[in-house]
């Protein structure tokens, strides 16, 4: 049982490393392919980041962490980008101010590219060339670098959907791939006994600090839902009067319903009394069928009470996942965005299509200490005011996730692919 | 094991609970008497309620749960009273919002007082003369209502002390009572063994719903510090540059420092290079050997990292405390303010003082399910964004507290009476 | 021809000047003795200031430019309250927050008394013990304190009318006398002739620093309305949409009726389709006589706009109105209120009752200089951004207005006793 | 004497209007060559629009005003685009909020471009092809846009030079040209009899409906410096506490230099003691002879108020300016920028180089009356908390300014080229 996973992974085959590193690069940018330099360089709130900011942070997480101290004769492409591309890493020095991201026009997409590919060729460099005990000091680093930029993938599709939202334009980012719209499959109860179990990550193979250490929680016995809530679900909320009744909400929730006015979830409009949904291809029919998703914690919350249900806490959650494949509506689908469940009443969509709020808190495990460094400031640091979700979602990239994995967001959050599982106890 | 524990209790004798009525309610006024009418109809901050709002509202709370549904012939004292003193329960209707409570000049202190005297006496009848049905139902609300009044005192205290605190006159609420300025008791480390164990209450005798159910949950070994923080460690920590290190902090907690520009504890003066603090008996020179108080959730988690330690979880507290005898420096003492740890190393402080941090966030129990009606408002709505805090401060009513008690506040706030206590993994 | 009009009144009477010093003195404290501690204490929002901080201030205003410099041996009553009760005299020192006046419960009204009776005792001694030379240079300065005092007095009755508006009790400040809710008299158009005329102060008698020099204007010939504009045909216009149509409107006036949702003056209110308005008599029926009150000047310029008219200049109006009687609805006869015009259909109305906006920019006249010390901050340093309004109130002391007097507010404000007349070139 | 002076003009040649059509639409163009797309979608405060939206809304002007009511058989180029490019014309319809048009990737600049050639075409269509009758009617409207699109052209200068500044890299727009960097010339006093004069728009030729109607004014004698304050005159102020001294402040700039922490002028930036200035061509030397740009109101009064001097009003200065040739340092120069004065004493800098803020609030002249239409809402509307300033400054087109041209700005703006020229009374 260990705090730093990263130690413990061991160094791989560099030529492996190459190849990966190339690979996962590369898909980054071809997120960007078919976006303008205009639409690279808005910042619609201030929780989104322009797509060419993430383009040159991730960059310059791997000049930061791995070139600069550790490839001998490395000169930083540009003096100013440890300032502008800096997120939060307090140790490492100062920093643009986050909702200003989206004043900056220069550095341009072109020379941003210019960016990535000088700190690519280093980094090649650096992989192939180092001694072995260099390697094998940095390969966990690269390996945290990869994972980052994979979380960095799926941030630059959830702000460019934001983005092109509030343009009345409503462009897509993607044509629409063909979407049957059948019924979903039947809701079912699972029923799972509970007791003294273990939970979290046991240090074999790659993790965040976060995800750790392994440890034992009792858990009473308990059911989780066949599959997520659907789209068809959560509207007969609202037409019992889900956003007008306060005894379903959570005070805070309650309070951001009234302040942000919301009448449904985010993306979803209505005109002339019909609904449709925002989505990556443009604005689309509702789709009753489909799993409900960009509902904050709050709507998640007060949905589970309108149903005298409740979120699973995230132990259940993992406890339960443990055995499913892991497999579902990733990114690689190319839909970028959750599909109707097709089972048959057994545990699915535990994987993929949107994260699943749980009711739990995002608070260290046991033991949990942070990576050392500056990457320790990675994910524990953000341990207060937010709630763990699970599983994954229509655009995360398939090898980035684990039974194990927490993701986490302010419970107000509805940018992110948010959605929900009911559970209850027995 | 039940979520409802406002019928568990059974009814109590009659005359006991005239006279437990009587003492609760004029120990409110009491609080209030040495106070101008301009003190009491002052809002310092959205947080805060004038002290005669308090008046109000908790003879408003009996006059809506008790007198109006209970008590044959019953007309309010006033029509407008319902719409002005209701402070949160949205199921009775609509009210003043919060944050203007200090704009009402009317009623002054001399109608409420009548108020009082008019619900007291309504009261009364309804206890003596309610057939015994009625006195079984009610029983439980009128306890609860008496429990909400000793809340309300303590708010009386924490909220005349912000509102003096920003008066450049810096007035006392009462004179100094004296105070040994000796050296705290040396701090150790008391071990316990954890394993499976059950917190929570258990349903007999008063307790809130969100106390309970009882039930089990897993503790890995810990240790606890044997008394509360010093305000001379806390000093030591803000020698060390502690609102100046970000590492220090979480993100959330190191932003607060920053927008806010803390410097120190709230109530901590320096002038001419000299601390002071201001209590409820003035400003008063600092006390190295007095537990820190009015410090955040951010500050404790901060100061605690700064240890290379950690706050205890609520369970961990809890399992630890339900042998101590429930006895400390409470509001009857009457010094208003945390006094020096003055044990020999075994567990002390752990009930009055200063309320302490945990590390965990206010989140339902398994099984909880809040109050029916609208007391079911009362705590089960805020279960979120806020964390919990343990064992009673000096400001609080001794009969008020139990082991199973949880207070919550949101991790930025200061102005409650809270401090903290070490804890560690074995 | 001066800009410092103090130094040319001439010492008057000492005798007198003891009178008329105790005789404004008492008619401020008149105004406060109907309230209760609460209702002085109350600060509604940042323009308004509670009342008992207006009886200290205009007492601190005493102590400060009179006491303290020119009588031999008088000590200060308070050291803090230079702090407390300074209100923008920058040269003076540092000062109490404006936004934060209604958080100071103490000093407490009762104290404040004191401190007023206090300074009353030390100003008769000043007057009637200061050597000759002395007091030649200090009566201006008592005149100026008076002139001072009883700005306040109508800013106590304009801040407590603001208090018990949002006070949903709608406390009354004093019973209401008798109005006839007769017609108004017909309106006229008055015609003058301009030319280049002169207007302002010429130095003989008091008057603030504002009115001078006196100096040449050219006016175009103009006609004024023989009476103010009536709430019935301001209601005329709400029905044509007044409040809904952007092309009546400034840019500025359009944007504060949409961020603050004006749908009428303020103080009228809408009850089941009724119309009232709230007075320092409590709320009133809708009455179509009387003149229209609390209009923003974005307001009276869209009604005159409405009319396919205009407001006065300043020069304009000060030239009709140099003929006119100095006599109208001040506050000395109880109404505390506009009344309806009575006359016969020549010009009436052009003092009393409505501060007149006019659409002159409150800017210094030419060779305009600021009077010497501090006090010289009394007018010219908020020549920016503020419309001036002429010929008094119901609420302003009738031995205090001047045909010359130039009061100013900021365009949005609404709070003073604001309405209009309208105007038109020949 | 007319309001109306677009009917006064007379209708042009009409291959003299192709041709000035052509120019001034290719010099909007010509301005946003070197830039970026990214560079061309940034707003940088909601005062700002990105120059993509400036290309669009001017081409809007022309289709929404020329091309949709007068040439047959048009069809819109977007649909969207009258919502999303209208700027604040109430009775054209909605649109898209000012403040966001910063989040609008989309259209992209390719596209705008292809609007801007859509609308030429047409453009040329209509004023070649429509009847006499039409023609009458229609060229005092093709006069005002393209005076409305120079006028963007200016604004497209201001607003990215303000992008350009917030972002770390401080871009240059454009190489710098040489400058002599000589001392200025001389500062006289130039005297002026004044008396009864006439100023405003006579109605012959091309004016904005706000310069007239041409009126009589009363001026008593003045003088007026022969030239503009300069950068080393300004930093005198600075060092002599300029920035630190309330008695030199009116009471809202006051609050601005606090509120804002202005120790300087926009764009001046001091970097271990040395200060510079950002320029269109980036970072300059600090230049003591420069003409002092980019201050607001507040900070030209105040500089004014430390010299014992004034700024001039309106009246003063057109009529000062009324005999002095229309030539100066204007965009078709190239700098971009400010230039030392090289006179002999007489006056000089009345045109170009920076605009004069004057004492003149911005309010209608008498009989003034905005032009029927929409495009009476181009500057009556905004005659309310603004100050005229004169005589059009180093981005202004030569050949769009008049001595009777009023430019107005509030009093805190900053972004525009705006400096002073010292006044006084004889």
Not at 303 to 327: I, P
Request: aromatic letters at 12%.
């Amino acid at each position: 049982m260990t705090a730093l996973p990263l130690k413990e992974i061991g160094a791989p085959d560099r030529g492996i490393c190459v190849r990966r590193f190339a690979e996962i690069r590369h898909a980054t940018e071809a997120l960007a392919a078919g976006l303008l330099p205009e639409d690279q360089a808005i910042q619609s709130m201030p929780d989104v980041s322009p797509t060419k900011w993430h383009l040159a942070h991730t960059t310059w997480f791997f000049e930061t962490f791995l070139l600069i101290p550790h490839l001998a004769g490395y000169t930083a492409f540009h003096p100013a980008f440890a300032y502008l591309f800096n997120s939060y890493y307090e140790t490492v020095g100062a920093r643009h101010p986050r909702p200003q991201r989206g004043l900056l026009s220069r550095p341009g997409t072109a020379e941003i590219a210019a960016y990535r590919r000088f700190v690519d060729d280093a980094m090649r460099n650096l992989i192939e060339g180092s001694d072995d005990a260099t390697w094998d000091g940095i390969a966990p680093l690269i390996e945290l670098g990869l994972n980052h930029e994979q979380q960095h993938q799926e941030l630059i599709l959830m702000d460019i959907k934001h983005v092109f939202s509030l343009n009345p334009l409503r462009p897509a980012y993607r044509p629409r791939t063909a979407l049957a719209t059948s019924k979903p499959s039947p809701m079912r109860w699972i029923d799972f006994e509970g007791g003294l179990v273990e939970i979290g990550h046991d240090g074999r193979g790659f993790a965040f600090d976060n995800e750790g250490p392994r440890h034992r929680v009792w858990l009473d016995p308990f059911r989780l839902a066949s599959r997520l809530v659907t789209c068809g679900e959560y509207m007969d909320f609202m037409e019992d009067g889900g956003y007008r009744r306060p005894e379903l909400w959570l005070s805070d929730g309650w309070a951001a319903v009234k302040a942000e006015a919301w009448p449904a979830p985010l993306y979803w409009e209505r005109r002339d009394g019909e609904w449709s949904v925002f989505t990556l291809s443009g604005t689309q029919p509702f789709n009753a069928a489909e799993p409900v998703c960009h509902v904050s914690y709050y709507e998640a919350d007060a949905f589970a009470r309108w149903c005298g249900k409740r979120l699973a806490t995230e132990s259940e959650w993992e406890h339960a996942a443990s055995n499913a494949a892991l497999a579902g509506n990733f990114v690689h689908r190319g839909a970028l965005h959750p599909i109707p469940a097709r089972g048959d009443g057994s545990l699915e969509q535990m994987f993929g299509d949107v994260w699943e709020w749980t009711m739990s808190a995002y608070l260290p495990y046991p033991r949990f200490r942070p990576a050392a460094g500056a990457v320790g400031e990675y994910n524990g640091k953000f341990m207060s005011g937010q709630m763990v979700l699970r599983g994954g979602a229509a655009v995360t990239p398939p090898d980035h996730i684990r039974v194990t994995y927490r993701n986490f967001f302010p419970p107000s959050a509805r940018w992110a692919f948010g959605g929900l599982r009911l559970a209850e106890y027995r």
